[in-house]
């Protein structure tokens, strides 16, 4: 929302649901978690993702170039001795090994004793199995399909923050379920309601247990990643550490944006946080700003897409007439910049609605601008009755709100988006060609 303040001020509970009622819970600390909440007693146990190796969290992380190369990422239950990645062709005898580096870190008061390996050198559009290996103990083999150059499929997730997961999990089991050849998954900002509590993570990592750990996963930070236990401020340790994402050339905002090829999109990963992360880091604003004309003028690829947590749109709040419809202080920065750059779509997050804006250009409709989808929301936090519609939507999904996924099929000449509710049923699409 336009000039959001920063959150600085420890949150109740109670004075949270009092913000709903006055429209103000985008402003505050969400669905609070205390230590000692059910979710955190009931998942602090280690889950064997593996059958013989202890591990946890296995996940395929995006790289710069998803045709030749790959980083994952894991959590063990204790510290391995000689960690590797052995790797080959899909079906065949003959493979690789890697050595995998420590890259632990402690936050939440827990010690996370985490590994990395960088896959190099694959070959484009090929399917391979991995498994990781331990002084003679090993894991099941997993797989992991490099991009193409062409046609593919993937998902969209929008905040995925919960008060219980379990929501969560059934869209994305679901989604997945439902769309097997989705090659990998992004999720938009607001992964977690609570970025310090690591058993919050915990209950996202099993949301897509099986999913991440065989395509690869594009995340973006939304302003709950920066919240701690008190619901101040902070920086946010806990996404930075567990999301090795491509490099950005940043000195003070490595991990915080990235950009990332997959067939002929070049997708831009931006990130939102300005106002929560300024007073630790200042600058990341207009670094971004001139890091995105770098990024789309040096892209050869079709099609750029533009994914950024918080909307381009300020709207009207219920009972608060005081608030006015019109662009949000990140719209006023960035729409100019993607007019001129030519961008294809911008997909945000934030507001826990989908609406399909169309095309728009010069902060007016216009079909020669880019295509603006608010993704919705994935997890159970929603916000009923609060928005009032904007006279830039042009589909709004059925209300009350419940939550849903996207997928995007992009080709050489069109990019097709499509809306659904938990049970797969389509309630929108948008068709970029060119």
Not at 67 to 91: D, I, K
Not at 93 to 106: M, P, Y
Not at 166 to 175: F, H, I, K, P, V
Request: with cysteine; net charge negative; glycine share 6%.
């Amino acid at each position: 929302m336009k000039n959001e303040p920063k959150n600085k001020k420890l949150l109740s509970r109670r004075r949270f649901l009092k913000g709903i009622a006055a429209g103000a819970l985008l402003l505050a600390g969400g669905a609070y978690f205390a230590k000692g909440s059910l979710y955190r007693q009931a998942v602090t146990g280690v889950r064997s993702l593996t059958e013989d190796l202890q591990a946890r969290f296995l996940r395929q992380m995006m790289t710069t170039d998803a045709a030749t190369n790959r980083v994952l990422m894991w959590q063990a239950a204790s510290r391995l001795s000689q960690p590797q990645v052995e790797y080959r062709l899909s079906g065949q005898h003959d493979s690789l090994t890697i050595d995998a580096q420590e890259d632990f870190f402690t936050d939440d008061g827990v010690e996370n004793l985490q590994y990395l390996a960088r896959l190099d050198n694959l070959t484009p559009e090929t399917d391979y199995e991995y498994r990781l290996v331990s002084e003679g103990h090993a894991s099941d083999w997993h797989s992991l399909k490099t991009a193409g150059t062409s046609a593919f499929k993937c998902l969209l997730f929008p905040d995925s923050q919960s008060s219980d997961y379990s929501d969560w999990e059934n869209l994305a089991q679901t989604a997945a379920k439902l769309n097997p050849d989705a090659e990998f998954f992004i999720n938009m900002g607001d992964i977690v309601d609570n970025g310090e509590d690591h058993t919050q993570w915990q209950a996202w990592f099993n949301g897509v247990d099986g999913i991440i750990d065989r395509i690869p996963f594009a995340p973006l930070m939304g302003n709950h990643e920066t919240y701690d236990l008190n619901w101040k401020v902070r920086l946010p340790e806990a996404y930075l550490h567990y999301f090795a994402v491509p490099d950005n050339g940043s000195k003070d905002f490595a991990r915080y944006y990235y950009d990332f090829d997959y067939g002929n999109v070049h997708f831009m990963v931006l990130n939102s946080q300005w106002d929560e992360t300024e007073d630790f880091k200042p600058g990341l604003l207009e670094e971004q700003k001139q890091w995105l004309q770098k990024s789309a003028a040096t892209s050869k690829k079709r099609w750029q897409i533009v994914l950024i947590h918080k909307d381009v749109l300020q709207y009207r709040i219920t009972k608060r007439p005081e608030r006015k419809e019109g662009i949000s202080g990140l719209g006023e920065a960035f729409m100019p910049l993607f007019d001129e750059l030519g961008i294809d779509v911008v997909f945000t997050a934030h507001l826990h609605t989908y609406r399909n804006r169309g095309h728009i250009r010069n902060f007016q409709r216009d079909n020669s601008g880019p295509l603006y989808i608010l993704t919705g929301v994935a997890g159970n936090v929603r916000y009923p009755g609060l928005w009032i519609d904007h006279a830039l939507d042009e589909k709004v999904a059925p209300q009350p709100e419940t939550d849903n996924y996207l997928t995007l099929e992009a080709n050489e000449n069109r990019l097709l988006i499509k809306c659904f509710l938990p049970d797969g049923q389509e309630i929108d699409q948008a068709v970029v060609e060119k």
